[in-house]
């Protein structure tokens, strides 16, 4: 079993940045997604990466704003979020799953095996 742990939310302006992070107690062979969810709105995957390669994937909603990392000595990942929009309020989760290969897979958000609580990102206009 993975335990997340998700931090970093807050409030920010339109146009600021924020620093995500999402902690896990095992890491090796595991996509770690985020996600995240608005009021009245479906769940949304937005990026993952892999633990085992690196490869990443985006969102268009994104992509070119949002930077994921992960560093394999702490067990996290990281969601940097520049230029942020009003629209970019809502909940962010991390999600992990195992042994998916991200150059041919993007898992599906069903798929995902272990969630983080969540953590809140509010964004003024």
């Known amino acids: 079993e993975v335990q997340l742990v998700e931090s970093g939310g807050g409030l920010v302006q339109a146009g600021g940045s924020l620093r995500l992070s999402c902690a896990a107690s095992t890491f090796d062979d595991y996509v770690i997604g985020w996600f995240r969810q608005a009021p009245g709105k479906e769940r949304e995957g937005i990026s993952c990466?892999?633990?085992?390669?690196?490869?990443?994937y985006y969102a268009d909603s994104v992509k070119g704003r949002f930077t994921i990392s992960s560093d394999g000595a702490k067990n996290t990942v990281y969601l940097q979020m520049n230029s942020l929009k009003p629209e970019d309020t809502a909940v962010y989760f991390c999600a992990a799953i195992k042994g998916v290969d991200l150059r041919t897979t993007i898992p599906k958000e069903y798929e995902y095996d272990y969630w983080g609580q969540g953590t809140q990102v509010t964004v003024s206009s």
């Open positions: 990466i892999s633990s085992n390669d690196g490869t990443t």
